[in-house]
Nanobody
Framework: QGRLVESGGGLVQPGGSLRLSCKAS????????VGWFRQAPGKERKGVLFFSSHEYVTWYGDSAEGRFTISGDNAKNTVYLQMDSLKPEDTAVYYCATGRRQMDLFAGNFDYWGQGTLVTVSS
């Protein structure tokens, strides 16, 4: 059974950094498009950063520009979201999800969806 597990969230001060992890089991993450999403209380889910290695494309949401980057480790079957210069408005539950193609992420056509990890940016 395929699964995704996010980790790395926590409490950080404004201007600080966190690295989130998305580890896959039961399937090869490198064969899918991977999307990071976030949802703040009372707000809709928003895409943060998408990457599709087999399509050689990356999409950056407005909030990610100049602050967030994505990387992967095939041996660990894990992708990472490095978040720098964090702001209070970044506070949300962060999720990773997979689709066959990057277009599937935009369409919400997910093959797998993780449980989320909470990021709180506060003084």
């Amino acid at each position: 059974q395929g699964r995704l597990v996010e980790s790395g969230g926590g409490l950080v001060q404004p201007g600080g950094s966190l690295r989130l992890s998305c580890k896959a089991s039961g399937f090869a993450l490198k064969d899918y498009a991977v999307g990071w999403f976030r949802q703040a209380p009372g707000k809709e889910r928003k895409g943060v950063l998408f990457f599709s290695s087999h399509e050689y494309v990356t999409w950056y949401g407005d909030s990610a520009e100049g602050r967030f980057t994505i990387s992967g480790d095939n041996a660990k079957n894990t992708v990472y979201l490095q978040m720098d210069s964090l702001k209070p408005e970044d506070t949300a539950v962060y999720y990773c999800a997979t689709g066959r193609r990057q277009m599937d992420l935009f369409a919400g056509n997910f093959d797998y969806w993780g449980q989320g990890t909470l990021v709180t940016v506060s003084s």
